[in-house]
C-alpha cells in the first residue's frame, strides 16, 4: 500500500485556476470512485473539500472541483483566492477496508 | 454540530503503549452509517490513515500498524480509542480522531501531539 503521488508544490496568482493531481494504481484511485480531498493550514485539523471524486460537502466553495481519469484524480481551484493556500492531501479508498494517503501539495498564492 | 476531541498521554517512552481516546458529542456513534478513524501525521510531514472502527465493533486497520494496533469503542461513552503497542521515535505525531462517510473524513477532532521519547 504505497502513498499517492501529489506534486510537493503548486502556485498561482489571484484569480487563476490551479490544479493539484493525485496519481494512484489501478488497485486503488483507477478502481474505485472514493477519492477525497482536505485542505489543511498550518497548525489545524485538516478540512473535508471533495469526496466521492467531485462531490462537494455543504459550506465548500463552488471554486473547488474534482475530477478524476484513469488512475490519477485532480482537483481544481479556481478564482484563486489568498485563504487558499494551504496544503492539499488526497485519500482513496484501497480496497479490502483501507485507505492511502497522498503525500500532500503545498499550495502558495502568489 | 457533531465534535470530536482526542485525549492522552504526550509523553510516551520507547517500548511502552500510546493510548488515545476520542470523545464524540453533538452525535451518537451509535446512530450508525459512519465510521469512527484515526488518522496521524508526522511533524512536518503527510496524513497516515491508522484505522477505523464501526459502532458494531467491526475494525480495519492500516497493514503496516496492523501487528501492534488496536482501536475499540465504548458506545456507553460515546468514545472510540486507539492503543498502540511497542512505540518508537517513528510513532511521534499529531493524531486525529475523525468520523468517516464512504471512505471519506468529514469531521475532525483538534489532533493531539504525542511525543515517544525517553
Known sequence: QSALTQPASVSGSPGQSITISCTGTSSDVGSYNLVSWYQQHPGKAPKLMIYEVHKRPSGVSDRFSGSKSDNTASLTISGLQAEDEADYYCCSYAGSNTLVFGGGTKLTVL | ?118
Request: hydrophobic share 30%; net charge positive; with cysteine.
Open chain 2, 1 to 118: 454540530q457533531v465534535q470530536l476531541q482526542e485525549s492522552g498521554p504526550g509523553l510516551v517512552k520507547p517500548s511502552q503503549t500510546l493510548s488515545l481516546t476520542c470523545t464524540v458529542s453533538g452525535g451518537s456513534i451509535s446512530s450508525g452509517g459512519y465510521y469512527w478513524s484515526w488518522i496521524r501525521q508526522h511533524p512536518g510531514k503527510g496524513l497516515e490513515w491508522i484505522g477505523y472502527i464501526f459502532y458494531s465493533g467491526d475494525t480495519y486497520y492500516n497493514p503496516s500498524l496492523k501487528s501492534r494496533l488496536t482501536i475499540s469503542v465504548d458506545t456507553s461513552k460515546n468514545q472510540f480509542s486507539l492503543k498502540l503497542t511497542s512505540v518508537t521515535a517513528a510513532d511521534t505525531a499529531v493524531y486525529y480522531c475523525t468520523r468517516g462517510g464512504t471512505y471519506f473524513f468529514d469531521y475532525w477532532g483538534q489532533g493531539a501531539l504525542v511525543t515517544v521519547s525517553s
